[in-house]
């Protein structure tokens, strides 16, 4: 059991360790960077509101990852439902701005699952029909998603587009949405939660419930623990596939949802290009282990890395060192899961496989297989 | 209009010399990427080792002195290091730790990306504010560099262009015409039957992987020494995602990957060459999201019964292979 919790917190350790090279190599102080960063994602004054909105659409994107992941449906495809989302839900609140806010809002969220929905269909239908690899298609499609976005902005004088304003007439822009079409936030004192923050806790928790609990969850389990297995039960695998497909580009729709009623209150491709949410959110998954309720803690951490990184820009700490120090983390992690996959036994190196990898390979303990799930992403 | 002088500026030939322009990184990359896949092994993180490439050339071949070529051959070999130095990282994650392909290929994009270690590389050594001192320059073949047509595109190219050719025909060649090629094919399509057989899985993977990643770094050298003179963040825009695109769309043929190349390099520049000439608009999203849209129809194709067989994916692209389990 205890292996469970040390691995984390020792491959976070070594994270820290290995990004303290790369830091005092290129000349910095690695431990008042650190301190920096805990300064200008947590303690300051107004950094960890900050630190919430980063964490935001890397909640459910990262949602949207792990519930796909969980059953082995390889959905990277985020990003385009993402930008789906916004499409939809800056469509909709755009339309239908004379409404009583409260409506607005909630015709929003169904607009922007609805598009994240339809788009995550797609490679849906083509892998449950036709197997068609859906790794491949839903990253194809993540470039279609924000051409199309591109397109509505700066391509054409679409309903998105502000074709009025004398600014916008020689900078594209979309246009703003209405006041109705807001999100409120909940204010505790000085602290604002967005809207969108409190959805996807509470998202994180109904899908927790729903995989641990329910019938469809099991079965969700079964196809990515052994597919044989769901097979010979009876499990109807292409309509499963189909659905969570569905219902991962639905949560990825929904971070698009949340950029445009909760901050950007407009259609922004390239704000949301730069940012990169769909992929950081498989990250984000994969650091939870495609587990929902770790997904809050892991997108809380890399959001609190992100917002570090644009409060501290400067010469001593430069863009890049954000996606740096997030990649050594990641890989410290990813590579430590074999720990807590396998347990670890020493034996004589002459009995070792003949398929062990040349070079580094000898340089780690070959591990040998006794218990875990051998091969599979699953907890 | 169009005399025997001036076709070589027409707009046919323009189209074909920038489409093998645009086009040269990604054989490379592609080139690479196909060799990774072809093993089994998905690596996501071409974009990254694509920008890791760019910036180290362009460092070295602003720090090194010397005459031009020696600078320029070193810049590209240490585009090639920086690439397999990044994708041993993949290497050693997802074969020796049998981690996810796809999360480690992402988090390589990222950790070497626009936001990632390429950017803070060019803000410490202060690169983006340099005008490069050295780039690919094109050779006039035999003096063959004026003649109609073929002259422009055949004998007018850069090093860098015939390289990538050499490098196609050599890929091909490999895969097809030798033992190695089989294994590697067989160790893609069925890893338990090639360990039966008596291969190493792992040894096949690391190697096509380690290469995989060398190219994409000579493929990002292209940007930084030939395309542009200059480096900006960020500057391969997504040619790393191109190339992945590409490799499906050949069907894992490299005599299909430098048509593909090129036609998908003639894209980024076709908007604005047909605009100028005919005033006809199309607009640009279209161009640039044409290549995705039919690498998903090119896949759907391909993965109906009997032509899957032939031209499909690897069938053990993106699978660990751990011995003894089925």
Not at chain 1, 59 to 80: C, D, P, S
Not at chain 2, 78 to 92: D, E, M, P, R, T
Not at chain 2, 253 to 279: C, K, S, V, W
Not at chain 2, 285 to 290: N, R, T, V
């Amino acid at each position: 059991m205890w292996v469970s919790v040390a691995v984390p917190f020792g491959s976070i350790l070594l994270a820290m360790v290995v990004g303290g090279i790369v830091l005092v190599i290129s000349g910095n102080n690695p431990l008042t960077t650190y301190q920096n960063i805990v300064q200008a994602s947590i303690t300051q004054p107004g950094a960890f509101e900050q630190t919430l909105i980063s964490m935001t659409p890397l909640l459910f994107t990262g949602l949207a990852a792990a519930v796909a992941f969980r059953m082995r449906v390889w959905n990277i495809g985020g990003e385009g439902q993402l930008y789906m989302g916004a499409v939809g839900a800056s469509g909709v609140g755009l339309f239908l701005h004379s409404w009583p806010a409260p409506l607005v809002v909630l015709a929003m969220v169904v607009g922007g699952i609805i598009a994240g929905c339809l788009w995550a269909a797609i490679p849906g239908a083509l892998r449950a029909y036709l197997n068609t690899n859906e790794i491949l298609t839903s990253l194809m499609l993540n470039y279609v998603a924000l051409q199309f976005t591109n397109y509505l902005i700066f391509g054409s004088h679409s309903y998105w587009r502000d074709v009025s304003s004398p600014e916008a007439q020689v900078f594209p822009s979309g246009k703003n949405l209405e006041a109705s079409g807001n999100f409120p936030g909940l204010s505790i004192r000085s602290l604002v939660i967005p809207l969108g923050l409190m959805i996807g806790v509470g998202l994180a928790f109904v899908l927790w419930g729903m995989i641990r609990s329910t019938k469809y969850g099991f079965e969700m389990r079964v196809l990515g623990d052994s597919p044989r297995t769901a097979k010979y039960a009876g499990i109807r695998t292409r309509r499963k596939i189909m659905s969570v497909m569905v219902l991962s580009g639905g949560i990825a729709g929904l971070a698009g949802v949340s950029q445009v009623g909760d901050f950007n209150h407009v259609l922004d491709p390239r704000g949301m290009q730069q940012a990169g949410y769909g992929y950081t959110g498989i990250i984000v998954a994969a650091l939870a282990r495609y587990n929902p309720l770790a997904v809050i803690l892991t997108s809380f951490l890399i959001g609190a890395i992100t917002n570090a990184g644009f409060a501290l820009q400067g010469p001593h700490f430069p863009t890049g060192l954000t996606g740096t120090l997030e990649g050594i983390l990641l890989f410290c992690v990813l590579g430590a899961e074999l720990f807590t996959r396998y347990r670890l036994r020493w034996r004589p190196t002459r009995e070792a496989p003949s398929d062990r990898s040349p070079g580094t390979g000898s340089a780690i303990p070959q591990p040998a297989l006794a218990g875990g799930t051998p091969g599979g992403e699953a907890p | 209009m169009i005399a025997t002088s001036h076709i070589n500026d027409s707009l046919f030939v323009t189209i074909i010399v920038s489409a093998i322009l645009f086009g040269t990184p990604l054989v490379f990359a592609g080139i690479g990427e196909l060799l990774a896949e072809r093993s089994g092994i998905l690596n996501l993180g071409v974009e990254g080792m694509m920008l890791m490439g760019a910036v180290v050339a362009f460092w070295v071949s602003q720090k090194l002195g010397g005459p031009a070529w020696v600078v320029l051959l070193v810049a590209v070999l240490a585009a090639a290091v920086s690439g397999v130095v990044l994708s041993l990282i993949h290497a050693f994650v997802t074969i020796t730790l049998r981690a996810n392909q796809i999360v480690s290929g992402l988090t390589l994009t990222i950790f070497a990306g626009i936001i990632g270690l390429s950017s803070y590389v060019g803000a410490v050594k202060n690169l983006g504010a340099q005008p490069g001192k050295h780039q690919f320059n094109d050779i006039n073949v035999f003096g063959l560099g004026k003649v109609p047509v073929i002259g422009p595109i055949l004998f007018h190219q850069t090093a860098m262009v015939y390289a990538s050719w050499i490098l196609v025909i050599l890929a091909a060649v490999y895969l097809y015409r030798t033992r190695f090629g089989l294994y590697v094919r067989s160790v893609g399509e069925a890893p338990d039957a090639a360990d039966a057989m008596g291969l190493s899985v792992s040894k096949y993977r690391y190697v096509h992987t380690l290469v995989g990643g060398a190219l994409a770094g000579v493929g990002g050298a292209v940007f930084t020494l030939q395309i542009a003179t200059n480096w900006i963040d960020g500057m391969t825009a997504g040619a790393g995602w191109i190339a992945i695109a590409l490799v499906i769309f050949s069907f894992w043929r490299p005599e299909l990957l430098l048509l593909g190349a090129y036609l998908f390099g003639a894209f980024q520049g076709l908007g604005f060459d047909i605009q100028a000439r005919t005033n006809i608009t199309i607009p640009t999203e279209i161009w640039s999201a044409l290549p995705y849209i039919m690498t998903v129809v090119a896949l759907t194709l391909v993965s109906v019964g009997s032509i899957r067989r032939r031209l499909g994916t690897p069938a053990a692209l993106g699978v660990p292979y751990i011995r003894g389990e089925r």
